[in-house]
């Protein structure tokens, strides 16, 4: 089982940049397709972004265009730049990942989440 480590959230003003790290750690991590969700308070999980093996994304509509995700096979870890930040995007980002070349908005269909990052935007 692919174990999950994001890094990188923190505050930052409306409009600014950050960006997210998920390291992963596990056999077969080319394998997998990665997604990045996150939780306001009060709200439900949300899908923001999916990553399969072969380079393939699928973003949330709120996010596209402002968002990017890639992947580093070699060293494991997916990243998350989030552009043009609203203070709507503020949330706790979660990692996760499923050993499956399909792409997935939905939390059941992923196997294994990270611990979750925090990330502030101020208005």
């Known amino acids: 089982q692919v174990q999950l480590v994001e890094s990188g959230g923190g505050l930052v003003q409306a409009g600014g940049s950050v960006r997210l790290s998920c390291a992963a750690s596990g056999r077969n991590f080319s394998q997998y397709t990665m997604g990045w969700f996150r939780q306001a308070p009060g709200k439900e999980r949300e899908f923001v972004v999916a990553?399969?093996?072969?380079?393939?994304?699928y973003y949330a509509d709120s996010v596209k265009g402002r968002f990017t995700i890639s992947r580093d096979t070699a060293k494991n870890t997916v990243f998350l730049q989030m552009n043009r930040l609203k203070p709507e995007d503020t949330a706790v980002y979660y990692c996760?990942?499923?050993?499956?070349?399909?792409?997935?908005?939905?939390?059941?269909?992923?196997?294994?989440w990270g611990q979750g990052t925090q990330v502030t935007v101020s208005s």
């Open positions: 996760a990942a499923v050993e499956s070349f399909a792409l997935s908005k939905i939390p059941a269909y992923y196997a294994a």
């Open positions: 990553i399969n093996w072969s380079g393939h994304t």
